[in-house]
């Protein structure tokens, strides 16, 4: 909790920020420090029980109580953003993220995950090197850095960066003017990734920016716009977008611009932009610079709660410690330790920090090595080897870069820049990446301990696996010392992930050969995987088996058969798939061999003949690198008034405030009086009936304040909107794991979780457990109604098909990966049952609606708010009514604000996110490729409560036909009811999943019939005058134009030979290509649905404030709102405020969802402003020539009113599922995506070479937000149909809870040309000014990668002689990719392959 004391100092938070500006200008005056008030944690004055017995601190010893003694308690000394932070009881379990939150109220720098995987709370760390006198300037994760390891640095922060108030920094106003904020939840993080990198080279190259920013990630805006502004920065020429002669840089041909189209491919203009002035930056602090270089090195200690923290100053003073404390563990980047401590699997009551300690830092080049400090973090390790690799002859360099290789793309650049070397090779985890290059290569650690110091080889540290203790728990690692590699020696290291950057290895390898000089016969061979088991391992019995053999097919396949013998997997590990990593094994073995085969040919032309040209691309591994990319869209008319902004790339309104950290979210909120912080305790059991919760352990818990279970629900606790109920908390019962059983109230976030952990659930598990859909159709187990969609004759038309295919597809679950996760604050006014509730919805009126319900009060007396929210995505509406109640009620009960902040892997365990889905189909066709019937039954797992299962499967089979005619159709949707997380709305809402199933049938098609899959489309793909099979009625004309446009604009066919000659000349890269079409039906099937309202108040002095049901979630509605409103008044936007969302406001507002905010809301902001502009007309009239304010200050002089509401009624739609028909869309966006790829085939992984993308949005409102909203959806597709990917135990609990094991797209994902056109005269009679409802379509396009992917697979299989058809389940990950890739290796894996492998190395 913030004391009263500390509010007097966040009076003069704002003069630090002054302060920090005025330092640019004086630098030598250093500001007042700040004294932190006493640590908030430690305030238990506000709980009602007797205070707990004080906890026992750590464990007196000798050295650190020695000392205290002598140094009286730690101080500790650090700058944030310019200002002095002395802090008087620094607590070693407080990150640096939740310190700057709460104890600064500095909320610029954002929670996203809490384990250093998402980048949002990065923060920029300076510090003063005296022997060097340099300053180093490094990006970190602040959620991962404990406060007490910051001693004598300075941080800055985003706000220390720019801001409104002072000065916005060029890096903040490039990314807000280049579109690259939508939600902004992301935008700090980037903005300090590479307002650092700046601070670092003023010019950077591309790919020292694209590096800048893999370990930041953002759900909203696919990246481009991001690294657009980047390139702004880049020392090389700004991507063209234009060239010269008026013609875009992608594309050589003529056909890009059609003569008459007058089309703008400018977004922003850069003539606005500030230069970048170094001279203005934040001085490093010369009070910091004194310490640095005067100080002793003493050592410091911090006591916390219950840990304590000791950073001795010397070597000798650490092997004393460790001697005393030989379990207390070596904390130096923290990214080991911090999240297992975070996890709560570890509790270390002391660390020993020795980051401060000169012999842990040394750089020593030696006569056959380089020798590297155990405290090095990985970035110097990177640069040492990157000096050395320049310095030393290439002989001499082999194991630095295969080192360096590893270190490229191990982490992102946080990370890397301060987890350590000793950290990385000491945890020991199995996935480290420089674990087996390290070994294979003969290094060696220095290793200490007190009165001793030896030297061993590092693969002594794995020699007999993980209970290995041959380092004894009082050594310390020093150094390590990584040798030249030999004349003749050659060493590689591989790693293959989920994703090519920021993910842990699925397997990874460190491999050195050295031959007898001269020859091709093996002296020594070493070879180490990584992943593969639960440490490193060495596959120590094949390398000694293979000595003195020659290094040939022979060898080859010896060595991939004991390789796999040798490292026998006991078992699959969290449901990783064991076939993959050993194929991988053998696969990076190969390509080790290919390497070194190819090496000798270089050396020895005459005798060693290399490898065949079509195997060599293999041997590059795929970089990523800046993306090109092109938008263009149609210009407004030049007769529209300049200040009319309709039509306009307009700026999302809240851009600055997100790239400078002002914008507010829901946790951003300042603390009430007395705030109290809540932390759910959720059910582990999948079925079970609960027998008792013994909250005894946990009320004892320091801070604990009270407990609620469904007992203190005052009303309702079970919401009916269909048969099954949506439940707050479980009462006896609970139906899947993650379920809220109960929740603690306490005075912090911290303790609220401490205790939580203490409550225990006794369960008494029932029968079935249902997890799947082949598990819910066995016990017949659904959400009622099913559906069901029939057109024509389906078993007629089946018997006189030429062809039929049957077959399944799966598609995995989605998880929203909303930045800013589900948030709450609740505040009870203390009158008449009033509260104000705070929350990140989409949906203010269903969470005042279900807040009122369970506390049993009338919806009148419940205050919902919204500012913002930090991505949604469809998980944001039911879900966030059930947390508001959660928060609602203990609010309630304790008569507190409380808080409820869900963390990552709360927000993933509980909350659901987009439907599995089963399609089982029958498809009849004819040769000719046209599609007679289809009978399918779409299954899709809603979980454990009904949430929108079923309107997610209704629209799947509205949605189902994509852009196709099937003349006789049948079709069934069933929502199976599970033992999961109870599934939601997301993205889409079934289309994605459904119109895959279509694609996937075109595509089997193609195979069938031998005709390509593009022509399947043209053939089967809507035609004039068609209805779809629930009889509506649709004008395919912008279908088929986009279809056209993008086959041109892509120059599919030129690309498509190129692809098939590319294939021809390589043999383990393949190429693909594929173009998708996309028709996507607009509504929400009810009128009442898409109802809307508004308010918009005119003040005397002329300002406007405008209010409407829709929600800004990063779609930029009040953007587009407020140029609605100034075309409509016929005033500039400035004169325009947005405030919030609010049920005070507008009442009953719909959710904004479904793509419908701009369309509903804007017809209502549109009528309200008419109302005005119509009571103003008259005094316009009469005084034309007067200004807005004349007008304005005449009216109130009148009494005429200035405020009014306006409405919009929604749109006539209607289904009748008796019926089978209706009219359940208002109208039809069209589009069309070609991607091409290319792909590893020994490895799975894969990169988007293009994409092109023509969608028909109408006439946009704003075009740089419509493409964005294009774009980000796109990535997002991309992430669900080739690389997020759910996995769960057998036993219903979610593995995947973090960015650790769930990958979304990172920059290093998006296709490497990107082009998006909004197709020209287009216009849509339904909706605001012609415009279409645009926040989804983009999304199902993704496919045409997963499309691309398929036929680069299908390039493969053909030319090995492999069956056509297959089948590929989405999400088609590298396993998936590798696997369809079938060769020697897979079928070796399997053993299946009797044979030797035959891989015609010598041509
Ligand atoms: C988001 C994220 C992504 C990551 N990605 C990758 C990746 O792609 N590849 C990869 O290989 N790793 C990855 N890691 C792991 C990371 O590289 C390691 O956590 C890091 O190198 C450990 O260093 P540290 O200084 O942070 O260790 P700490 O957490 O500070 O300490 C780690 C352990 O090592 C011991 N230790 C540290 N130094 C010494 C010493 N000198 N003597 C004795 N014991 C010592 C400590 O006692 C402690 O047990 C990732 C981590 C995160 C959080
Ligand atoms: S919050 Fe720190 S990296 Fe995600
Ligand atoms: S703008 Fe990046 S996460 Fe929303």
């Known amino acids: 909790m913030i004391t009263a004391g500390f509010y007097n100092d966040l009076k003069s938070l704002s003069e630090i920020l002054l302060l920090a500006e005025h330092q640019h200008r004086s630098p030598r005056r250093s500001p007042?420090?700040?004294?932190?008030?006493?640590?908030?944690?430690?305030?238990?004055?506000?709980?009602?029980?007797?205070?707990?017995?004080?906890?026992?601190?750590?464990?007196?010893?000798?050295?650190?109580?020695?000392?205290?003694?002598?140094?009286?308690?730690?101080?500790?000394?650090?700058?944030?953003?310019?200002?002095?932070?002395?802090?008087?009881?620094?607590?070693?379990?407080?990150?640096?993220?939740?310190?700057?939150?709460?104890?600064?109220?500095?909320?610029?720098?954002?929670?996203?995950?809490?384990?250093?995987?998402?980048?949002?709370?990065?923060?920029?760390?300076?510090?003063?090197?005296?022997?060097?006198?340099?300053?180093?300037?490094?990006?970190?994760?602040?959620?991962?850095?404990?406060?007490?390891?910051?001693?004598?640095?300075?941080?800055?922060?985003?706000?220390?960066?720019?801001?409104?108030?002072?000065?916005?920094?060029?890096?903040?106003?490039?990314?807000?003017?280049?579109?690259?904020?939508?939600?902004?939840?992301?935008?700090?993080?980037?903005?300090?990734?590479?307002?650092?990198?700046?601070?670092?080279?003023?010019?950077?190259?591309?790919?020292?920016?694209?590096?800048?920013?893999?370990?930041?990630?953002?759900?909203?805006?696919?990246?481009?716009p991001i690294l657009d502004a980047c390139k702004t920065f880049c020392k090389e020429p700004v991507c063209c977008q234009r060239k010269g002669n008026g013609k875009c840089c992608l594309d050589q041909e003529d056909y890009l611009f059609d003569e008459e189209e007058k089309v703008s491919t400018r977004l922003f203009s850069t003539d606005e932009f500030q230069p970048l002035d170094p001279t203005q930056e934040l001085i490093f602090p010369p009070e910091l610079m004194r310490m640095a270089e005067n100080q002793p090195k003493r050592t410091l200690t911090f006591h916390g709660e219950r840990m304590t923290w000791i950073s001795p100053g010397s070597l000798d003073e650490l092997l004393d410690l460790k001697a005393a404390h030989p379990k207390a563990p070596l904390v130096i980047g923290n990214t080991s330790v911090g999240p297992e401590m975070k996890s709560g699997s570890v509790f270390h009551p002391i660390v020993i920090a020795p980051a401060r300690i000169p012999d842990l830092h040394v750089v020593k080049s030696t006569d056959d090595g380089l020798t590297l400090g155990a405290a090095c973090s990985l970035s110097l390790v990177k640069d040492a080897l990157a000096n050395a690799i320049s310095e030393f002859p290439e002989e001499k360099t082999k194991v630095f870069c295969a080192v360096l290789q590893q270190l490229r793309t191990l982490g992102g650049e946080q990370i890397r820049n301060v987890a350590s070397l000793g950290g990385n090779i000491m945890s020991r985890k199995s996935t480290s990446d420089l674990n087996p290059i390290l070994a294979a290569s003969n290094c060696m650690l220095n290793l200490a301990s007190r009165g001793r110091k030896r030297q061993i080889p590092l693969s002594d540290i794995f020699a007999d696996g993980v209970g290995n203790n041959t380092i004894t728990p009082e050594e310390i690692l020093v150094s390590v010392h990584i040798p030249h590699s030999r004349?003749?020696?050659?060493?590689?290291?591989?790693?293959?992930?989920?994703?090519?950057?920021?993910?842990?290895?699925?397997?990874?390898?460190?491999?050195?050969?050295?031959?007898?000089?001269?020859?091709?016969?093996?002296?020594?061979?070493?070879?180490?995987?990584?992943?593969?088991?639960?440490?490193?391992?060495?596959?120590?019995?094949?390398?000694?088996?293979?000595?003195?053999?020659?290094?040939?097919?022979?060898?080859?396949?010896?060595?991939?058969?004991?390789?796999?013998?040798?490292?026998?997997?006991?078992?699959?590990?969290?449901?990783?798939?064991?076939?993959?990593?050993?194929?991988?094994?053998?696969?990076?073995?190969?390509?080790?061999?290919?390497?070194?085969?190819?090496?000798?040919?270089?050396?020895?032309?005459?005798?060693?003949?290399?490898?065949?040209?079509?195997?060599?691309?293999?041997?590059?591994?795929?970089?990523?690198?800046?993306?090109?990319?092109?938008?263009?869209?149609?210009?407004?008319?030049?007769?529209?008034?300049?200040?009319?902004?309709?039509?306009?790339?307009?700026?999302?309104?809240?851009?600055?405030?997100?790239?400078?950290?002002?914008?507010?979210?829901?946790?951003?909120?300042?603390?009430?009086d007395g705030e109290l912080f809540l932390a759910v305790v959720t059910s582990s059991r999948a079925h079970a009936k609960i027998i008792s919760i013994d909250t005894s352990e946990a009320v004892k818990e320091p801070g604990v304040f009270d407990i609620i279970t469904a007992y203190d629900v005052p009303a309702t606790n079970e919401f009916y909107y269909s048969d099954d109920p949506e439940i707050i908390f479980a009462k006896n019962k609970v139906i899947c794991v993650g379920q809220i059983v109960c929740a603690v109230v306490a005075d912090s976030n911290v303790h609220a979780k401490q205790a939580a952990v203490k409550v225990k659930i006794e369960y008494e598990v029932l029968e079935p457990v249902i997890l799947t859909i082949e598990e819910a159709i066995e016990h017949n187990s659904f959400f009622e109604p099913k559906r069901k969609l029939e057109q024509g004759n389906v078993d007629q038309a089946f018997e006189t098909v030429e062809n039929v295919i049957e077959g399944e597809i799966c598609i995995g679950g989605q998880e929203h990966f909303y930045l800013e996760t589900q948030s709450v604050l609740a505040v009870p006014r203390g009158e008449d049952k009033e509260m104000d509730v705070y929350v990140s919805t989409q949906h203010p009126a269903i969470i005042q609606e279900m807040v009122a319900a369970s506390l049993g009060v009338p919806s009148n007396r419940i205050m919902c708010h919204v500012k913002r929210v930090g991505g949604a995505f469809g998980g944001k509406l039911l879900k966030a009514g059930?947390?508001?109640?959660?928060?609602?009620?203990?609010?309630?009960?304790?008569?507190?604000?409380?808080?409820?902040?869900?963390?990552?892997?709360?927000?993933?365990?509980?909350?659901?996110?987009?439907?599995?889905?089963?399609?089982?189909?029958?498809?009849?066709?004819?040769?000719?490729?046209?599609?007679?019937?289809?009978?399918?039954?779409?299954?899709?797992?809603?979980?454990?409560?009904?949430?929108?299962?079923?309107?997610?499967?209704?629209?799947?089979?509205?949605?189902?036909?994509?852009?196709?005619?099937?003349?006789?159709?049948?079709?069934?949707?069933?929502?199976?009811?599970?033992?999961?997380?109870?599934?939601?709305?997301?993205?889409?809402?079934?289309?994605?999943?459904?119109?895959?199933?279509?694609?996937?049938?075109?595509?089997?098609?193609?195979?069938?019939?031998?005709?390509?899959?593009?022509?399947?489309?043209?053939?089967?793909?809507?035609?004039?005058?068609?209805?779809?099979?629930?009889?509506?009625?649709?004008?395919?004309?912008?279908?088929?134009?986009?279809?056209?446009?993008?086959?041109?604009?892509?120059?599919?066919?030129?690309?498509?030979?190129?692809?098939?000659?590319?294939?021809?000349?390589?043999?383990?890269?393949?190429?693909?290509?594929?173009?998708?079409?996309?028709?996507?039906?607009?509504?929400?099937?009810?009128?009442?649905?898409?109802?809307?309202?508004?308010?918009?108040?005119?003040?005397?002095?002329?300002?406007?404030?405008?209010?409407?049901?829709?929600?800004?979630?990063?779609?930029?509605?009040?953007?587009?709102?407020?140029?609605?409103?100034?075309?409509?008044?016929?005033?500039?936007?400035?004169?325009?405020?947005?405030?919030?969302?609010?049920?005070?406001?507008?009442?009953?507002?719909?959710?904004?969802?479904?793509?419908?905010?701009?369309?509903?809301?804007?017809?209502?902001?549109?009528?309200?402003?008419?109302?005005?502009?119509?009571?103003?007309?008259?005094?316009?009239?009469?005084?034309?020539?007067?200004?807005?304010?004349?007008?304005?200050?005449?009216?109130?002089?009148?009494?005429?009113?200035?405020?009014?509401?306006?409405?919009?009624?929604?749109?006539?739609?209607?289904?009748?599922?008796?019926?089978?028909?209706?009219?359940?869309?208002?109208?039809?966006?069209?589009?069309?995506?070609?991607?091409?790829?290319?792909?590893?085939?020994?490895?799975?992984?894969?990169?988007?070479?293009?994409?092109?993308?023509?969608?028909?949005?109408?006439?946009?409102?704003?075009?740089?937000?419509?493409?964005?909203?294009?774009?980000?959806?796109?990535?997002?597709?991309?992430?669900?149909?080739?690389?997020?990917?759910?996995?769960?135990?057998?036993?219903?609990?979610?593995?995947?809870?973090?960015?650790?094991?769930?990958?979304?797209?990172?920059?290093?994902?998006?296709?490497?040309?990107?082009?998006?056109?909004?197709?020209?005269?287009?216009?849509?009679?339904?909706?605001?000014?012609?415009?279409?409802?645009?926040?989804?379509?983009?999304?199902?396009?993704g496919c045409s990668v997963f499309f691309a992917l398929r036929d680069a697979i299908t390039g493969v299989r053909s030319e090995r002689g492999l069956k056509k058809t297959f089948a590929l389940n989405s999400p088609l990950t590298a396993e998936q990719i590798r696997a369809g890739c079938t060769d020697d290796f897979t079928e070796m894996v399997i053993e299946r392959c009797g044979g030797r492998i035959c891989l015609n190395i010598s041509g």
């Not at 020594?524 to 000595?547: H, M, R």
């Open 487 to 672: 004349k003749g020696e050659h060493v590689s290291a591989f790693r293959q992930a989920p994703r090519r950057e920021n993910a842990l290895s699925i397997i990874n390898a460190g491999m050195r050969v050295l031959f007898e000089e001269g020859t091709d016969i093996i002296k020594d061979l070493s070879i180490f995987y990584g992943g593969a088991v639960s440490a490193t391992v060495c596959a120590k019995q094949t390398c000694q088996t293979l000595i003195r053999r020659h290094w040939n097919e022979q060898m080859l396949d010896e060595a991939c058969r004991l390789v796999l013998k040798e490292l026998a997997f006991p078992g699959s590990d969290s449901g990783e798939k064991v076939d993959y990593k050993k194929t991988l094994m053998v696969s990076f073995f190969y390509r080790f061999f290919l390497e070194v085969l190819q090496s000798l040919k270089t050396k020895d032309s005459g005798h060693c003949p290399g490898i065949p040209t079509e195997y060599r691309s293999v041997l590059q591994d795929f970089k990523t690198k800046m993306p090109q990319s092109i938008q263009i869209f149609q210009d407004t008319e030049p007769s529209q008034s300049p200040q009319d902004p309709v039509g306009r790339p307009i700026m999302h309104l809240s851009g600055i405030k997100h790239a400078t950290g002002e914008a507010v979210y829901v946790d951003d909120l300042p603390s009430v």
């Open 32 to 224: 007042e420090p700040l004294v932190a008030a006493p640590s908030g944690l430690r305030a238990a004055k506000r709980r009602p029980r007797p205070a707990a017995a004080p906890r026992a601190l750590s464990p007196p010893c000798g050295c650190c109580c020695r000392a205290m003694a002598l140094q009286g308690p730690g101080q500790l000394i650090f700058y944030v953003n310019g200002r002095k932070i002395v802090e008087k009881n620094a607590d070693p379990e407080q990150m640096l993220l939740s310190y700057l939150r709460k104890r600064l109220r500095l909320t610029g720098t954002k929670y996203g995950c809490g384990e250093g995987g998402c980048g949002a709370c990065t923060v920029m760390i300076s510090t003063y090197e005296p022997t060097l006198k340099k300053i180093r300037h490094y990006s970190a994760n602040a959620c991962l850095l404990p406060i007490c390891s910051l001693y004598g640095v300075a941080v800055t922060t985003v706000e220390g960066v720019g801001s409104t108030k002072t000065r916005i920094h060029p890096v903040q106003e490039r990314l807000a003017k280049c579109h690259g904020s939508q939600c902004g939840f992301c935008t700090p993080g980037m903005v300090m990734s590479i307002y650092t990198l700046l601070r670092n080279h003023t010019e950077p190259s591309s790919e020292q920016m694209v590096a800048a920013l893999a370990g930041n990630l953002c759900r909203c805006t696919g990246y481009r």
């Open 882 to 1341: 059930l947390l508001a109640s959660v928060a609602a009620v203990a609010a309630n009960k304790t008569s507190r604000a409380v808080r409820l902040i869900l963390s990552r892997e709360d927000d993933m365990l509980i909350t659901g996110g987009r439907h599995p889905f089963v399609c089982k189909y029958k498809v009849g066709f004819m040769s000719d490729g046209r599609i007679r019937a289809v009978d399918a039954k779409y299954y899709i797992n809603g979980g454990c409560t009904p949430d929108e299962s079923v309107l997610v499967g209704e629209l799947s089979l509205l949605k189902m036909d994509n852009a196709y005619k099937i003349p006789n159709l049948r079709c069934w949707a069933y929502a199976c009811k599970t033992n999961l997380p109870s599934n939601t709305a997301f993205r889409g809402f079934g289309f994605p999943q459904s119109a895959l199933v279509t694609e996937t049938w075109i595509t089997e098609i193609a195979d069938k019939t031998g005709l390509p899959p593009e022509k399947i489309r043209e053939i089967n793909m809507y035609k004039e005058n068609e209805q779809t099979h629930f009889k509506q009625q649709l004008d395919p004309q912008n279908l088929i134009r986009c279809w056209n446009e993008c086959m041109e604009k892509s120059a599919y066919y030129t690309r498509k030979t190129a692809v098939n000659e590319f294939n021809k000349q390589n043999y383990w890269k393949k190429r693909g290509i594929a173009i998708v079409p996309m028709k996507f039906p607009f509504g929400l099937g009810m009128r009442y649905l898409s109802q809307a309202a508004a308010l918009v108040h005119i003040y005397t002095d002329g300002s406007v404030l405008l209010t409407h049901g829709g929600i800004e979630m990063g779609q930029g509605i009040h953007t587009k709102m407020i140029q609605v409103a100034s075309r409509e008044l016929n005033i500039p936007m400035s004169h325009i405020h947005f405030c919030e969302t609010s049920t005070t406001t507008v009442p009953n507002a719909c959710a904004s969802a479904g793509s419908a905010g701009t369309d509903v809301n804007g017809m209502a902001v549109k009528d309200a402003c008419q109302t005005l502009l119509k009571r103003l007309q008259p005094i316009i009239s009469k005084n034309p020539k007067g200004t807005w304010n004349d007008w304005i200050k005449e009216a109130f002089e009148q009494s005429v009113s200035l405020s009014a509401t306006g409405y919009f009624r929604g749109y006539n739609e209607n289904m009748d599922w008796e019926k089978g028909e209706g009219q359940p869309f208002t109208y039809f966006l069209y589009g069309a995506a070609c991607s091409e790829v290319e792909i590893n085939c020994l490895t799975g992984d894969h990169k988007t070479l293009r994409t092109d993308i023509v969608m028909d949005i109408g006439c946009s409102i704003n075009p740089a937000v419509d493409i964005g909203q294009i774009e980000g959806a796109f990535v997002q597709g991309i992430g669900l149909y080739t690389m997020e990917e759910l996995k769960y135990s057998a036993d219903g609990a979610l593995y995947t809870r973090g960015p650790d094991q769930y990958k979304i797209p990172a920059v290093c994902d998006i296709p490497e040309q990107f082009s998006v056109s909004l197709l020209s005269s287009s216009e849509n009679p339904y909706a605001i000014y012609a415009s279409k409802g645009i926040g989804e379509a983009g999304f199902f396009l």
